[in-house]
């Protein structure tokens, strides 16, 4: 650029050296004045092809740093996908044993009616837990082909354990409910006698449903033995899951 405009101050420095000499004639004043616009007219092109190859070159190199930043940031869908199944993975196991205790530990204050003990055990472990694993399968399992069905399971199990909650309040504080699960508050006395081992069952099933969805969603092979407590495990390498006897 520097030496095109010196170019340009040449050329104008000739015409005016002609005109103070009188040394050409009008027509040789003219080419050389008819040739420098053209001159001008290449550089002032010159000058648009640089700005435009400039930019172009800037916004490839914004472009470029934008994408090996958010590369390097963000995790692969590959690498995602095998994180949440090894996850899940862990998850499953901690519902089983959850799903163990549930005869042990919350079917015998169901069957006694005993309102504080039910909110007491569903508190502790490993009950305390259940939300987020049951969240974690749902997301190891969210791009196969059993996503909507272990959603459903999902929001069924938590409704479940919602339901007997809200009965083990109702009999705490004293107040009945009706025949169709309603509360019926200003009446002294108990909820039904029979509804926490409705709800008991409830759970039980919902949480046999999710589980068994849980593992089919996960691509995570199961076979029950009761000799055996072993799960299915992924290898985090190739992404390829094991099979294992539980």
């Known amino acids: 650029m520097f030496g095109l ?38 550089v002032e092109r010159y000058k648009q092809d640089t700005d435009m190859h400039q930019h172009t070159r800037r916004r490839a190199i914004i472009t470029s740093t934008l994408t090996i930043v958010s590369n390097a940031l963000l995790p692969s869908t590959a690498n995602a996908d095998v994180t949440n199944k090894i996850a899940s993975s862990t998850a499953l196991r901690s519902l089983k044993i959850a799903q163990s205790q549930l005869p042990i530990k919350l079917l015998p204050v169901c069957q006694t009616n005993n309102y504080i003990g039910v909110k007491k055990v569903l508190r502790e472990s490993p009950f305390d837990e259940l939300r987020k694993d049951l969240l974690t399968v749902v997301r190891g399992g969210e791009d196969g082909a059993k996503a909507d069905e272990l959603l459903l ?34 009446l002294t006395g108990s909820p039904d006698p029979f509804q926490l081992g409705i709800e008991y069952e409830d759970i039980v099933k919902a949480m046999d449903v999710f589980i068994k969805i849980g593992y089919e969603s996960g691509d995570i092979p199961v076979q029950y033995d009761s000799t055996n407590t072993k799960i299915g495990g992924i290898d985090v390498r190739s992404g390829k899951v094991e099979p294992r006897v539980l």
């Open 5 to 42: 405009s010196l170019l340009q101050c040449l050329l104008i420095s000739v015409i005016i050296l002609s005109d103070s000499c009188g040394a050409w004639s009008y027509d040789s004043r003219s080419k050389v004045v008819e040739r420098y616009q053209d001159i001008s007219k290449v």
């Open 153 to 186: 399971a999902y929001k069924q199990l938590i409704k479940s354990l919602e339901a007997i909650d809200a009965t083990a309040s109702l009999g705490m504080r004293g107040t009945s409910r009706g025949v169709l699960g309603l509360d019926m508050t200003g």
